[in-house]
């Protein structure tokens, strides 16, 4: 039993930083992309911070722990305030996912230079390692969960952004529905089914 949670303490002692790092500059990338477009809210809010406490949701992040699927509070966005509203909130949506990719991709890049180069001692470079190649995972899996198009993940919002206005008002109506929809896809194993072998295909892809 001690080996267990010495194994669970050392697998969060690895993933959590990333992961912290990855849900804020999920949430900052929404936010700031929508005080460029005009929109104030996320600043006023205080949430255009790196601080993750600003961002940080329990639920999630214990989500996370349990199922390695996690998220953060959502960065408040006021459409009001947007010269096009449509299409300014589907790249505010956008931005999360996007800076997750670059996260993985910049993480990737450099947990290869560290192992081949060996350019710090074995005991900092491997720990260090190994919270890169877990900063992979967690930004793909947050690039790719969160582009589902169920409210309220940012796939919603995205899609919104494409369909006619019409379309997109009457998909909106889902929206209160949204997180139990998400909980009974989670329950069956749609959710897993869908997205793993994408994060999974993705993951090797970077890191070989």
Do not use: C
Request: without cysteine; charged residues 10%; proline residues 9%.
């Amino acid at each position: 039993m001690n080996f267990d949670i010495n194994t669970l303490i050392q697998q969060l002692a690895i993933q959590l930083p990333p992961l912290l790092f990855a849900l804020t500059v999920h949430e900052l990338a929404h936010g700031w992309v929508a005080f460029r477009l005009g929109d104030p809210t996320a600043k006023m809010a205080g949430r255009l911070t790196m601080n993750p406490l600003k961002h940080l949701d329990p639920l999630g992040v214990l989500a996370f722990v349990i199922m390695k699927i996690g998220w953060a509070k959502p960065v408040p966005v006021d459409p009001r305030y947007f010269r096009n509203p449509q299409k300014d909130m589907l790249l505010v949506a956008l931005a999360g996912p996007g800076a997750n990719v670059l996260l993985a991709l910049a993480s990737a890049l450099l947990a290869r230079v560290l192992v081949s180069v060996l350019v710090l001692p074995l005991f900092v470079l491997q720990p260090l390692v190994g919270m890169l190649v877990a900063s992979v995972w967690i930004n793909i899996m947050l690039a790719v969960f969160n582009i589902i198009p169920i409210p309220p993940l940012d796939g919603s919002k995205v899609l919104m952004g494409v369909l006619p206005p019409e379309a997109a008002r009457s998909f909106a109506r889902i929206e209160p529905f949204g997180f139990f929809i998400l909980l009974a896809l989670f329950y069956t194993g749609v959710i897993g089914a869908l997205i793993l072998p994408i994060i999974r295909f993705s993951n090797n892809l970077l890191l070989g």
